[in-house]
């Protein structure tokens, strides 16, 4: 089945040690986004790509990074994580325009420890 | 601008009882709107989308919504309440110039036995 698939589901890192998240898509979407969502919250967009063009969110800090090699890979590098960066990390994909639904992978759940 | 209120941040109901789910939503441009579940620890499940076709939207596992514009609402209704329908579940606006979703606070579902 095309999917949304994230990787790993659950990743520990320690205070300051960089930490990269994977997402891989099989729908050949155009649009690649990246979420954080904390305990009890609506996911908050980090940023996105429309196929090679990055978009990054004005209150994104500078700690997160996004690569994007190809059409189904992408990439979110927290460069030194603190306490407050542990969340589930949500990948999503979608055709581009305003009528498309966006399609979610499963989620990283990032620990800091 | 847009922005989505989802009106109860809990909803607690009785299995095989009628469950509602409250959503108001502003938009500048005509909107598209959905409705996602989120299981715990799970990625985000579209049940329905409205872009402008029919006002009252049928979506997976037995889900239906209306699109009012009068009112600005989208509420999102299930005649009947199963214990695997207990999660969280956000209204999402997209207006038609854009291709970022803006969600609500969510909704936590609970079904009693």
């Known amino acids: 089945d095309a999917m949304v698939i994230q990787n790993p589901r659950y990743q520990v890192t320690q205070f300051g040690k960089p930490v990269t998240l994977s997402c891989s898509q099989t729908?050949?979407?155009?649009?690649m986004y990246w979420y954080q969502q904390k305990s009890s919250q609506a996911p908050k967009l980090l940023f996105h790509?429309?196929?090679?063009?990055?978009?990054n969110e004005a209150d994104t800090p500078d700690n997160f990074q996004s690569r994007r090699p190809n059409t189904s890979f992408c990439f979110l590098d927290i460069r030194s994580p603190g306490l407050g960066d542990a969340a589930m990390y949500l990948c999503a994909t979608s055709r581009g325009g305003a009528a498309y639904e966006q399609y979610f992978g499963p989620g990283t759940r990032l620990t800091v420890t | 601008a847009q922005s989505v209120t989802q009106l109860d941040s809990h909803v607690s109901v009785s299995e095989g009882t009628p469950v509602l789910l409250r959503c108001n939503y502003s938009?500048?441009?005509?909107?598209?709107l959905f409705w996602y579940v989120q299981h715990p620890n799970k990625g985000l499940q579209l049940l329905l989308k409205y872009t402008s076709a029919a006002t009252l939207v049928k979506g997976i596992n037995g889900f239906e919504a209306e699109f009012k514009k009068s009112e600005t609402s989208f509420h999102l209704t299930k005649p009947s309440a199963h214990m695997s329908d207990a999660a969280e579940y956000f209204c999402?606006?997209?207006?038609?110039?854009?291709?970022?979703?803006?969600f609500g606070a969510g909704t936590t579902v609970t079904v009693r036995a």
């Open positions: 938009s500048s441009y005509s909107p598209s």
């Open positions: 790509y429309y196929d090679k063009d990055f978009n």
């Open positions: 999402v606006v997209t207006p038609s110039n854009d291709y970022k979703l803006s």
């Open positions: 729908l050949n979407h155009n649009v």
